[in-house]
């Protein structure tokens, strides 16, 4: 039966893939490690859809961002055509997506969640889209939708799509949604709503992102600028001053005094400042700083804006500082940004403790990716518990890659001296002139890549006849997307593109470049977190909770090889693709076995830009 229903021709290595869930999943929770391209999702859902069918189970299939739900369905839907099968699913979006009022009032500004939740709250009574919606749906659905399909359909009846989706939550078998909506316990209610966590087969997909995710999730920030707005707004209201207006001024006036010097961090002692404040006082003053931001909100809501107010985001900073502010793994941390203007983040380092509450609700937890070896460490990390894992070999043979790790060329240390650049530079030269298709340049860093431009890397670009596409820090959604096409465009052009960014960054991750899309990376460093004073707590809180050396392992040097890992994982898809890794820092070699099996299988050490040269022009003999 399982294997009747895998939509594709199975190649080495899927049976089995799918055999090993199929004889675990009944006693244990599985970590499956297969690389990008795999057929993870399919393989998945062939082994899960008929226990689901049979044991009136469902399949929650969550994603890192709302970008990705709609992967699983369309293998889903692949599925069911194939096999006949009558099962729906569908992908799940929130409110922001999917409320037809915003869309028809067209609010100004661009929205979160957090605005389409109280768009919705305000304009619930009386919304026509709600009001059309029966209290009881029972709708005969013919094939898996997306939500987009649901977006439309509902649009066409004049119902409301983000309660239809609640209302047929009970009909789906396989439901496709973002990780919020199982790790953050406040919203968790909309999956059991009508999908019985505890009876369901819980799926992490791109399970690698779980110790960020949770790190971000439950961390918050306000800047010196939201604070600015902040008075703004209550100047408003008092136009002469007035309690609340000083206590901004003092409380700004406290961030700057404390960032006076600091060369990059430092911790805050947010306890000390409710002690001089007083802490009956601060909560008085949070409970007024929130009524006027509620009153700015309603305001903006009448004005039809954004109904946001930095009043109100800095009431539940300060009310959720002062939940924290005994918490062990909650540190308080105190910056500039690259304007110079001040900082302050709750940071929550507390992964293990709070991802371990949440594997134990669900039936069954299957996690997957590409890049969770060792597997044992990743469990550990997230607090995972009654697991089986297995890490299945690639696709890939020694001809779809060639690796060279350069033992003359390091980042580490405070800065990039000027010798080392250079020698960075003539590299990437040898490197560029070697491969005639697309390649990636992954500095470790946004400062070591400045350092790179500001030496000269644009002008080598340039002269090798390649067009340069540079990843901006913080640039937008849009423009990342047009640089991303830009790109790949390049693949079918004569002039070649060379992509220059960060493996921090969107184009390290989560973005494929199948064929002549890439076909060379060069890795500029091992991606190390800087050890600013936020990084050190990090190790340190880890190093508390698991040991001293694996602390420092858990917190810094494995997660910096996850980022190398998925840096590489963009050039193969296919057994008919090709790379050229040059993995340029000294220190990788002590790191092999945190790196994929396809990176390792043909690599050799180079010890000068000489020999770089005569083993990149291998390459095209492989």
Not at 286 to 291: M, N, Q
Not at 381 to 393: A, C, H, K, R
Not at 424 to 446: P, Q
């Amino acid at each position: 039966m399982y294997q009747k229903i895998f939509p594709y021709k199975f190649r080495e290595y899927q049976k089995e893939f799918l055999d090993f869930i199929i004889s675990n999943v009944d006693k244990k929770n599985l970590v499956l490690n297969a690389v990008t391209g795999f057929g993870k999702t399919p393989l998945i859902l062939s082994a899960l859809l008929p226990k689901a069918v049979d044991e009136g189970r469902k399949i929650i299939w969550i994603v890192r961002t709302g970008n990705e739900i709609d992967r699983p369905i369309e293998e889903l839907k692949k599925i069911v055509e194939k096999s006949g099968l009558n099962i729906f699913g569908f992908s799940f979006r929130g409110k922001k997506d999917m409320c037809l009022l915003i869309k028809d009032i067209g609010i100004k500004g661009k929205i979160d969640y957090e605005d389409a939740k109280y768009i919705c709250d305000m304009h619930k009574s009386d919304c026509i889209y709600y009001k059309n919606l029966p209290d009881r749906v029972f709708y005969q659905f013919r094939e898996p939708k997306l939500y987009s399909q649901i977006l439309s359909e509902c649009k066409s009846l004049g119902i409301c799509p983000y309660y239809f989706q609640l209302k047929i939550l009970s009909q789906a078998t396989v439901v496709a949604l973002s990780y919020n909506y199982i790790l953050n316990e406040s919203i968790r209610w909309v999956v059991d709503y009508g999908l019985r966590l505890r009876k369901s087969f819980l799926v992490v997909d791109e399970a690698h992102n779980l110790q960020n995710v949770c790190m971000s999730l439950n961390s918050d920030q306000i800047s010196e600028t939201s604070i600015e707005r902040a008075l703004k707004e209550a100047k408003i209201f008092y136009p002469k001053g007035g309690e609340v207006i000083d206590f901004l001024k003092h409380f700004l006036s406290i961030l700057k005094s404390e960032c006076r010097g600091i060369r990059e961090d430092k911790e805050f002692d947010f306890k000390k400042f409710v002690q001089d404040i007083g802490y009956e006082k601060l909560l008085d003053l949070i409970k007024r700083i929130r009524r006027l931001g509620s009153m700015v909100r309603m305001d903006r809501f009448r004005k039809n804006k954004v109904p946001r107010s930095s009043l109100y985001h800095l009431s539940e900073f300060l009310e959720k500082s002062i939940e924290n502010m005994n918490v062990d793994g909650v540190a308080f941390i105190l910056s500039k940004d690259r304007k110079d203007k001040v900082r302050l983040e709750i940071v929550d380092m507390r992964v293990n403790e709070l991802l371990s509450k949440v594997w134990s609700l669900s039936y069954r937890s299957i996690f997957c990716s590409g890049t969770l070896n060792p597997i044992d460490d990743f469990a550990k990390v997230i607090g995972l518990e009654n697991y089986v894992g297995q890490s299945f070999p690639s696709i890939f043979s020694e001809k779809n890659a060639y690796t060279l790790i350069t033992s003359y060329l390091t980042t580490k240390g405070e800065e990039l001296e000027k010798d080392m650049a250079t020698s960075y530079l003539h590299s990437i030269d040898i490197f560029i002139k070697s491969v005639d298709e697309n390649v990636a340049i992954y500095a470790s860093s946004y400062r070591i890549l400045e350092t790179l431009l500001d030496m000269g890397l644009e002008k080598i670009v340039s002269e090798n006849g390649r067009r340069l596409f540079l990843e901006e820090e913080g640039m937008s959604g849009k423009k990342g997307r047009e640089l991303l096409e830009g790109f790949k465009k390049c693949a079918k052009s004569r002039r070649k593109g060379v992509l220059c960014a960060t493996a921090f960054g969107r184009f390290s991750e989560g973005v494929d470049f199948p064929g002549k899309e890439l076909e060379g990376i060069f890795l500029v460093g091992i991606p190390f977190e800087r050890l600013t004073t936020k990084t050190k707590l990090y190790i340190k809180y880890f190093q508390k909770v698991y040991g001293k050396r694996e602390g420092k392992y858990y917190a810094y040097v494995l997660p910096a090889l996850k980022r190398a890992s998925q840096a590489l994982g963009r050039a193969l898809r296919s057994k008919e693709d090709r790379a050229l890794f040059v993995l340029g820092d000294k220190r990788f070699k002590k790191y092999l076995n945190l790196l994929p099996d396809f990176v390792i299988k043909n690599y050799k050490l180079v010890k000068s830009v000489e020999e770089l040269s005569k083993e990149t022009s291998n390459y095209n003999l492989i």
